[in-house]
């Protein structure tokens, strides 16, 4: 019996609420990994890496769980995999730290003559390397490398270019303690800071001055930083894609069943994504602006692994039966290669490759390179998905409306066009970004349904878990990697910059996209309509099979309770005359009835 849009279904209540308990957890943790591999001392290079080559690592996870979960059952792996995933998260906070100080010799010039371009040095800033400051150290570093000292401009380098700087005798050496540690100080001696404004003064680094070295200060291995958070992060991936799978193989299966759409289990989905990310700004905040202490993203992930334990509580309520063809598992499995379905495979392919590029580095340009705060950045999140929650409402008849294939392109083109913008549209903060954010409506959450959609529509029957983790598998193992390894090794090989990386990603979405769709319709379509006549036709063979199994038995049980000769005569009787039975008439019309139901409608151009 079909349900309400507002009403309860029993059938999928459970796979609901644990969807949404563990998309709340995963949404605390995505939005700060990557700005916390950077805290723990990790390059661009380094994430690269880490979202380049863990692909290659984790690739068969999916496909695997998947796999045996058509064969075994989900729930089972589904709660082992869960229970991994925030344990293997939990513990990206415990890898040893390293950092790097690089502490080069600075210099403060003021401006005497705005006319003439004429400026005069006000201080030197040094700190010696590997050694203690003290202020006898700071007077001997004074008298040895600057006493004498000769037409410092040229080797200055500041903001504003070249500059003509006029030396002064020194009045005093001192000793000076930042965030970076303490270091020597030698000041002019003109009382400069009352007669001249903050606007009048530069700071300008000095390289290659003789005797002044710029001091790289190492704490920690890097090494055993980078491959300690590999590890974790490897196994994090691995159990992450496994429970992602699962979930999506038994959210559409059960809510075919039950005479639900995937769509209404996605709300919950994106309820839970949303909630995550409101959490965490409370959760974590920033510190002061004088204070040295860092930001605590653990706090994130701990409060994650409560959602995910109870994601976990749920899963024990899910009870999903498999469906099975009869055919062999190899011939099964060659029906998941087919045209359309390798169709589908480029262009989950094209979506990774651009949320490869989104998810590993947007973060970290709205932080660093437009001085976005860390709330702002889970305020982000929130929009995002609650844009998504909204949609997720209408996300069925509008993606039956433009057509599965033709959905996901239209949300790939989306991503691309956002790229192209946050590469070209500079502002502090970025308010605009909320705007682009809500657009993760189009270009994540109906793109995302259409995509399992159209794999439920193309994978054969009994292989839908398989089919819905290979799509992972490709989307977001490996074509995510590449475009993190490749953009990573752009950005740390050549002058590539974020916004360089942005614009180039957005354009490559377009072009690639709108060749793909072409071939859709020129030449796949026609593919597409002749498999989902084959997967009828099995459908009702399976379903006839399995209903003329039963009532055989049902024969066979009413007929040995009248005669103990019964069944010599159940083995000699007219087949078709168990085609004529009323129960199994009965089962064809609720066969035809769940066809119906099953159907996504035609694909529209």
């Known amino acids: ?14 796979v609901k609420l644990t969807y949404f308990a563990f998309s709340c957890g995963m949404s605390m943790i995505f939005p700060y990994s990557t700005l916390q591999m950077r805290q723990l001392g990790m390059t661009y290079e380094d994430i690269s890496y880490v979202f ?27 709660i082992v995999s869960i229970l991994l995933t925030g344990i293997s998260a939990t513990c990206f906070d415990w890898t040893p730290r390293c ?27 040094w700190a010696p390397c590997d050694k203690h400051v003290t202020p006898v150290l700071c007077n001997n570093s004074l008298t040895n490398n600057l006493d004498q000292m000769q037409d410092l401009s040229a080797y200055l380098d500041c903001p504003g270019g070249d500059l003509d700087v006029i030396d002064f005798p020194w009045n005093s050496v001192s000793t000076l303690e930042n965030s970076n540690g303490s270091f020597c100080q030698a000041e002019s001696d003109l009382n400069l800071e009352v007669t001249h404004p903050v606007e009048a003064f530069q700071r300008c680094l000095i390289q290659d001055y003789p005797g002044l070295e710029t001091c790289v200060r190492q704490s920690g291995s890097h090494v055993t930083t980078f491959w300690v958070y590999f590890a974790i992060r490897t196994f994090f991936q691995w159990f992450m894609n496994c429970a992602y799978s699962l979930l999506d193989s038994t959210s559409i299966t059960l809510a075919k069943r039950h005479d639900s759409d995937y769509s209404q289990v996605l709300i919950f989905n994106q309820l839970g994504a949303t909630l995550g990310p409101f959490l965490c700004a409370w959760v974590i905040q920033d510190p002061a602006s004088d204070s040295q202490d860092e930001i605590n993203y653990a706090l994130a992930f701990y ?21 099975k063809t009869g055919q062999k598992v190899s011939k099964s499995l060659g029906q998941l290669i087919t045209k359309p379905s390798v169709l589908l495979f480029v262009l989950v392919g094209i979506n990774g490759l651009g949320w490869g590029v989104h ?17 702002f950045i889970s305020y982000l999140a929130f929009v995002a998905s609650l844009a998504g929650l909204l949609i997720s409402f209408v996300a069925k008849p509008l993606i039956q ?32 970004a909320f705007a682009l954010h809500a657009l993760d409506s189009i270009s994540w959450t109906t793109t995302f349904v259409a995509t399992i959609y159209y794999s439920y529509t193309v994978a054969p029957p009994d292989l839908i878990a398989t089919m819905t983790a290979t799509i992972n598998a490709i989307e977001f193992i490996i074509a995510k990697g590449i475009a993190s390894l490749i953009s990573g090794q752009l950005l740390a ?113």
């Open 99 to 125: 950092s790097e100080q690089i502490r080069a010799p600075t210099a403060i010039v003021y401006e005497l003559d705005s006319l003439n371009g004429t400026f005069g040095l006000y201080s030197v800033q």
């Open 401 to 432: 409306w433009v057509g599965d294939v033709n959905m996901i392109a239209v949300g790939i083109l989306v991503e691309g066009v956002r790229l192209i913008i946050y590469a070209t549209v500079v502002q502090t903060p970025p308010y605009y």
């Open 493 to 605: 090989q050549t002058s590539m910059e974020l916004p360089d990386l942005f614009l180039s990603s957005g354009i490559f979405l377009i072009v690639s996209t709108l060749l793909v769709l072409l071939a859709y319709h020129f030449w796949i379509k026609r593919y597409e309509i002749e498999l989902l006549a084959h997967k009828a036709n099995l459908i009702e063979r399976m379903r006839r099979k399995q209903n003329a199994s039963e009532v055989r038995v049902s024969v066979v049980s009413s007929t040995l309770s009248m005669s103990p000769h019964a069944e010599d005569d159940l083995n000699t009787a007219d087949p078709q005359s168990l085609r004529r039975n009323d129960s199994y008439e009965n089962a064809l019309e609720q066969i035809g009835e769940a066809q119906r139901r099953f159907s996504f409608g035609p694909t529209r151009l």
């Open 359 to 375: 998810d590993s580095y947007l973060n970290v340009y709205l932080q660093e390179y437009l001085d976005a705060p860390t709330a």
């Open 303 to 323: 409060a994650a692994d409560g959602f995910l334990f109870v994601a976990c509580l749920l899963s024990l309520k899910l009870d999903v039966t498999l469906e």
């Open 52 to 78: 380049g080559l863990i692909p290659a690592l984790t690739f068969f996870a999916s496909p695997i769980a998947g796999f045996i979960g058509d064969r075994l059952g989900y729930r089972a792996i589904l």
């Open 1 to 14: 019996m079909g349900k309400g849009f507002f009403s309860i279904n029993m059938g999928v209540l459970w």
